[in-house]
Nanobody, 122 residues
Framework: QVVESGGGLVQPGGSLRLSCTASKFSLNNLAIGWFRQAPGKEREGVSC????????YYADSVKGRFAISRDNAKNTVYLQMNSLKSEDAAIYYCTADLICLPVTMKLTADAWGQGTQVTVSS
């Protein structure tokens, strides 16, 4: 099971860095993706990093503002979120149950942890 952390309250235009880690298995050779779900909306894919060469994918809504990366030594995948907008507010989830391609990301299983809450408000 993966565990998300790093959410919080931030003003519009601010930044947050989310972390995704696992205690019982290595993330290093897995594709990892970030999804988010806002109240009343469907869960949507935000970004993912491929298992092979680390190629990232970003949804159009976050392209140029978010950056995904991994630190193999820490068994952690990060989502750096800059220039946050009110519409970025959601619960963010990470998962290893996905296919990550340069042009899309697709879930392969619908199993989620608790996520981490991101609130963007002045």
């Amino acid at each position: 099971q993966v565990v998300e952390s790093g959410g919080g309250l931030v003003q519009p235009g601010g930044s947050l860095r989310l972390s995704c880690t696992a205690s019982k298995f290595s993330l290093n050779n897995l594709a990892i993706g970030w999804f988010r779900q806002a109240p009343g909306k469907e869960r949507e894919g935000v970004s993912c990093i491929s298992s092979s060469d680390g190629t990232p994918y970003y949804a159009d809504s976050v392209k140029g503002r978010f950056a995904i990366s991994r630190d193999n030594a820490k068994n952690t995948v990060y989502l750096q979120m800059n220039s946050l907008k009110s519409e970025d507010a959601a619960i963010y989830y990470c998962t290893a149950d996905l296919i990550c391609l340069p042009v899309t990301m697709k879930l392969t299983a619908d199993a989620w942890g608790q996520g981490t809450q991101v609130t963007v408000s002045s």
